[in-house]
RNA sequence: GGCCCCGUCGUCUAGCCUGGUCCAGGACACCACCCUUUCACGGUGGGGACAUGGGUUCGAAUCCCAUCGGGGUCACCA
């Protein structure tokens, strides 16, 4: 056991980012290698942009991916609860830590380390923007004789006139030791005087992150390396407050395939440009996107839209959007396991040339060390093998059981009542091997779905293996037809079938069983793809493939 | 632009700290062949990298310097 904490703090501003998640994860792992806890805080302390419903969707994300924290929020997960509160430490929102901020706020403008700041916004703006005409970086950092004295602070602040609370910097320069990145140094200009409290009283980021690192025992910062220059204002501020300084690891990013950070924003502009690119001006889905929404968003490469708005243009238009959060990837078909694998390796491996591995084993051997310093492409491809090789090792039992849990929330009810029947056994054994995710089950599972009047035939496919050579599949089809109604229902299983194409293969002479297989395969699902034909058989059931047959054999004459 | 980080096959990486065992190993992707009842799976084989230029050294992917390239960050967002 060691009292080592980390803590993983997400804000509530929409789903849980793969690279968060796996943040996340090396927080987890980290504390599970050491014995120590793993927290988690929720940072809502932008009121417009946070809310419950995205904290919510973020804890769960967590659970699903295996990610429980020791402290944290409380959540309902499966007849547990996961988190709650078991350590003496208030509030695991900041929203709900105000106090704690304000009383560590007016503390510091006692001592002189912070002070009010009465700057309007709009000048501040202007500054900027001077500073940035003049090929300057702007800095905020008044020399002491511009600062009010406290007891002027207080009285305006009394009187209730809107600022910021800002924090004194010393110039210093600030060294850092990063565990991954080794000793950062930052000069004494990078640390100006940044704001503590917002004018709308809460804290910004920097100093709820600084002051409940501190209250809550945070011992070890692993986070990303977008945070880097975060880093010597929090340690400046640390040193002023006389906290201590948490140990730091700096991980690399995840990069998206254009080779920058991987964001949100992508799927939304890869729906923009398609729309772009197919002419697309009015809403394709005008019941869940009005046009006017439609074209804002379409102008306007900042806009996003919901995730169920983009998930709908998306299926309308046949759109294949790029994963970014835990959830599209859940959504997907993904294992949580295979997840948290992969994210795992893009930053961090084991050595020794192993690659598949599952919690336990990065329970057991995470380390900082091994943390890489370069960024990462998310490679989904690679995501993708690892997923169909983990369903691959599946046992059929297994691969059911997370068939139909993910089916219960993700596929069509056809496809649940299908797998709540007497075939799901059969249906999970047969389309295992040929599943990369849970959702290619959907397509491929298709043909069982549609009525048996209306599924298309593929005219190559018709011409190619029912026509050709004087309708020699069409007189194959007859045979069958003929020898499928001897049966019975008892006789129609993947074993007798099989033997039957045996059987006529030998009798007639026939060059292989395929001869048998395609015509079939084409007179029951209209293509030339489907499982083994045995299988599609029986998957069908004997009075459909019958039905099927017969159409088949009526409508697909030369 | 300032500051900071990074730079091994197309991609993720092992090796780098503690130079020689590396004409650089693995994985994904790609290509070819095999298997085959279509698709997928599976099997075998193949092409493919130390960013560049200088040093140091008997010897450098490994140490040093420079250049180039990539990224991050510069808010009353987090």
């Not at 709540?420 to 059969?426: C, E, F, M, R």
């Not at 599943?435 to 593929?458: N, V």
Request: hydrophobic share 40%.
């Amino acid at each position: 056991m060691s009292n080592a904490v980390t803590r993983f703090a997400p804000s509530p501003t929409g789903h849980l980012h793969i690279g968060g998640a796996r943040t996340a994860l090396f927080c987890w792992a980290f504390a599970k290698k050491l014995g120590g806890r793993f927290m988690i805080r929720i940072e809502d302390t932008d009121q417009a942009r946070s809310s419950e419903a995205s904290a919510r969707g973020i804890l769960e994300d967590l659970a699903w991916l295996g990610l429980e924290w020791d402290d944290g929020p409380a959540l309902d997960w499966h007849n547990r609860t996961i988190g709650g509160q078991s350590r003496d430490v208030g509030s695991y929102y900041q929203s709900k830590r105000l106090p704690i901020y304000n009383k560590v706020v007016d503390d510091m403008i006692e001592r002189g380390i912070a002070y009010a700041d009465f700057t309007p916004e709009s000048e501040l703006k202007a500054l900027r923007a001077a500073a940035q005409a003049a090929n300057q970086t702007f800095r905020f950092h008044p020399p002491a004789d511009k600062i009010l004295s406290v007891p002027h602070q207080r009285e305006r602040i009394a009187k209730g006139e809107p600022h910021v609370v800002r924090f004194r910097a010393r110039e210093e320069a600030v060294s850092v030791v990063d565990q991954v990145l080794g000793e950062v140094s930052f000069s004494a200009s990078e640390v100006d005087d940044f704001v503590l409290r917002k004018a709308d009283g809460f804290p910004t980021y920097h100093f709820g992150v600084v002051v409940d690192d501190e209250h809550m025992g945070v011992t070890h910062v692993l986070r990303g390396q977008e945070h880097l220059m975060n880093t010597p204002k929090h340690v400046a501020l640390q040193k002023a407050l006389g906290y201590r300084t948490p140990m730091y690891a700096h991980m690399p990013l995840i990069f998206n395939d254009a080779g920058a950070k991987m964001s949100k924003r992508e799927r939304d502009q890869t729906a923009r440009k398609a729309m772009k690119d197919r002419n697309i001006t009015a809403s394709p889905v005008p019941e869940i996107i009005d046009n006017a929404s439609f074209s804002a968003w379409l102008g306007d490469t900042k806009r996003q839209l919901e995730t169920g708005q983009l998930e709908a243009l998306a299926a309308q238009q046949s759109l294949a959007l790029p994963e970014v959060s835990v959830d599209d990837f859940r959504r997907a078909g993904y294992l949580p396991g295979v997840i948290c694998n992969f994210i795992a390796l893009l930053g961090w491996n084991p050595g020794e040339n192993i690659e598949k591995f599952d919690m336990d084993f990065l329970a057991k051997n995470f380390n900082v060390e091994r943390i890489g310093k370069s960024n990462a492409r998310f490679d989904r491809k690679k995501l993708l093998s690892f997923n169909a090789d983990a369903i691959a090792k599946l046992s059929d039992e297994q691969f059911l059981s997370e068939l139909r849990a993910w089916a219960a929330t993700h596929a069509p009810a056809e496809l649940n009542a299908f797998l709540a029947g007497p075939s799901a056994t059969l249906l999970a054994k047969t389309f295992r091997p040929r599943t990369k995710t849970l959702r290619d089950i959907i397509a491929a599972t298709r043909f069982l779905f549609t009525a048996d009047a209306s599924y298309p035939f593929d005219r190559a496919a018709v011409d190619k293996n029912l026509l050709a050579n004087s309708n020699a599949g069409l007189d194959h089809l007859r045979r069958m037809a003929a020898d499928f109604a001897q049966l019975t229902d008892a006789a129609w299983t993947v074993e007798r079938l099989s033997a039957y194409f045996e059987e006529v293969v030998a009798a007639h002479k026939l060059a292989n069983a395929g001869v048998l297989a395609q015509p079939l395969r084409v007179a029951l699902t209209g293509t030339t793809v489907s499982p083994g034909i045995a299988e599609t058989l029986v998957l069908l059931g004997r009075q459909r493939s019958i039905i099927r047959i017969q159409r088949c054999l009526l409508e697909c004459k030369g």
